[in-house]
């Protein structure tokens, strides 16, 4: 803190400006640009983390200080894994695998690829979830002569509701994890028993909207049940390392605690641990080409944006404004437990389906870690950490930018002829996403408060 | 040598409103495996080639630039490939167009000879850089023939 004091000083002395004022402007400033999509987000975060610098708010030290590598490791080493088990073709033999299961009944198809989505969305990224089984998903229904919009509209509710469930199903979830660190566990048991509710009850409007109303003939549904899954493995002896590693890292983050190991380490050596069991025995020519693939798939645009965010949020922090907020916040709730755990339920909820919930959860980190003190220690914020990842992830389903996932739907639902307008989708989406926040409300309540 | 020597200026064309079942029985008919539409003024709007016409025949989820790159799994028959066919027959030629890479009429034999081996075509529109009007078509034959002309 007293070498911040003395970086601060040059804030000053550059601008004129009160370094908190810098900061704090900056920051904004950030924001604004992020939410007009103008400029790449990781662009627009790297050039606000330089300024944090250049403005003498921080200095290189302290700003690499605030990037939290565990979670950047833990989310390119996942990267990796999915980007060379998807090669292997198991999600697409998934994905027919549960359709055949129901007899291609259109509305028994939807229901199991919501729940698959949903499966997939709590053990891998949901973009990447979503980019796998929507064209699955577009092939059925063109074969079905249904409509898809029920099926990707469900994509993108069921994406959102089963990242929620575990510490690396969303990066929400990865950064409070990683800020607290809460493991793998402490997820399953706190926020998958609700994430099990939400789904099934959001699963009954769907079913009352579309669900029953949907009808494909005999003939076209048995064109579903010749579709053979077998052949969508394309490589068994790969298929066979991917499973076995991803079982290992998934063993790994549950025991990680007990091991004294975090979660990046866990990734980032299961995916070293996959390279080279697909790279061996090759030459060095197929080797390298293997992991250029690999790494290639690695999205650097998250990964950046997350370094120069946590930059920017740090240099925030540092000024002790978010502090100064989080005494505004429990001066407003009266340093009430429930009224605290409520407000930020709600209100990262119907923020999060606005603006993205990366940086906003970035910034009520910081914040919630400074109300310590008045809730009786680290403990006593349990609650206020539940609250926010149920708020900032379900959140995302209220409109159609709420998540990167829903915008990558939406680009398919486009390019294949039955576009997903935003308010249609807000009509439909924003009720279902409050009433999976007032299930959460009554988990929260019952459970915690 | 130019595009302008190189070319047939009177290639067979198709115009915007034609279907996609005129434009089928052409391709076959005279064993062409591109052609140009073009609208009343003689502007290029884009190619209909035999790869609009496979295109036509597969789903939209295999098309689709994050589509499945692997179908294996699909068990169709012909007959099924030909009713996805026949449900798109009467669409303007204008919903399946390939926009390709043209040549110019002043663009270098060599240039245009790259444009095909890129492009993976054997044929490249010459359009006119002012208008937009098609002024002709280079086909790979046209450039073997040239080629070996001189040899012979």
């Known amino acids: 803190m007293f070498m911040h004091d003395s970086t601060v000083a040059s804030a000053a002395v550059i601008f004129g400006l009160n370094p908190m004022w810098y900061a704090a402007i900056l920051f904004i400033l950030t924001y604004v640009v992020i939410m007009t999509e103008r400029i790449n987000r990781a662009i627009v975060a790297l050039l606000a983390a330089g300024l944090m610098i250049f403005g003498g708010v921080l200095n290189q030290e302290a700003a690499i200080r605030g990037v939290d590598f565990n979670t950047i490791g833990l989310l390119i080493g996942m990267m990796v894994i999915v980007a060379i088990t998807r090669q292997s073709g198991v999600f697409q033999y998934l994905a027919i695998w549960s359709a055949k299961k129901v007899d291609a009944s259109p509305w028994g198809i939807l229901a199991m690829l919501s729940v698959v989505t949903a499966v997939l969305s709590a053990l891998l990224d949901n973009v990447t979830t979503v980019l796998l089984i929507v064209p699955i998903a577009l092939l059925i229904t063109e074969e079905l002569k249904v409509s898809a919009y029920p099926y990707l509209f469900s994509m993108i509710v069921f994406s959102n509701i089963g990242g929620t469930a575990t510490l690396i199903g969303d990066p929400p979830n990865i950064m409070i994890g990683s800020a607290l660190g809460l493991t793998f566990n402490d997820f399953v048991l706190n926020t998958a028993p609700v994430i099990m509710i939400v789904l099934l009850a959001t699963l009954i409007p769907i079913y009352l909207i579309w669900g029953r109303h949907l009808k494909a003939a005999a003939e076209d549904r048995q064109r579903v049940m010749d579709f053979n899954e077998r052949e969508a493995i394309t490589d068994a002896s790969l298929l066979k390392k991917c499973l076995a590693v991803i079982a290992a890292v998934i063993m790994g983050f549950v025991f990680a605690h007990a091991l004294g190991l975090e979660a990046a380490t866990v990734a980032l050596f299961g995916a070293a641990a996959l390279l080279l069991l697909q790279c061996w025995p090759h030459g060095a020519d197929d080797q390298s080409k293997h992991v250029t693939e690999a790494f290639t798939e690695v999205e650097w645009i998250t990964i950046f944006f997350f370094v120069g965010l946590f930059i920017v949020v740090h240099g925030l922090d540092s000024t002790g404004l978010l502090k100064l907020l989080a005494d505004h916040l429990l001066a407003l709730t009266g340093g009430d437990l429930t009224a605290t755990a409520m407000t930020i339920l709600w209100s990262s909820a119907v923020l999060s389906a606005f603006v993205d919930n990366i940086p906003f959860v970035a910034t009520m980190i910081p914040l919630i870690k400074a109300m310590a003190p008045t809730f009786g220690g680290p403990e006593g914020l349990m609650p206020l950490w539940w609250a926010l990842s149920l708020g900032a992830c379900l959140g995302g389903n209220g409109t159609l930018i709420g998540a990167s996932a829903n915008l990558v739907v939406a680009g398919f639902a486009e390019r294949a002829g039955q576009p997903i307008r935003f308010v249609p989708f807000l009509l439909m989406a924003f009720p279902m996403m409050l009433m999976s926040i007032a299930i959460s409300t009554v988990y929260l309540y019952w459970r915690y408060l | ?152």
């Open chain 2, 1 to 152: 040598m130019t595009a302008k020597t190189l070319m047939n200026p009177n290639p067979m064309t198709l115009s915007p409103s034609d279907t996609v079942a005129i434009a089928a029985d052409r391709i076959l008919q005279h064993h062409l495996r591109h052609l140009p539409v073009v609208d009343a003024q003689g502007h290029y709007l884009g190619t209909f080639s035999v790869y609009s016409l496979l295109k036509l025949t597969l789903p939209k989820a295999v098309l689709d630039k994050h589509g499945l790159d692997n179908v294996s799994f699909v068990t169709e028959h012909v007959a099924h490939l030909a009713q996805r066919f026949g449900g798109r027959r009467d669409e303007p030629v204008t919903n399946w167009l390939n926009i390709h890479e043209v040549a110019h009429p002043e663009t270098p034999a060599m240039e245009i000879m790259l444009l095909m081996l890129h492009g993976r075509t054997t044929s490249v529109p010459v359009v006119n850089k002012e208008n937009g009007r098609l002024e002709g078509i280079v086909s790979f034959w046209d450039v073997l023939e040239k080629v070996r002309g001189e040899n012979a």
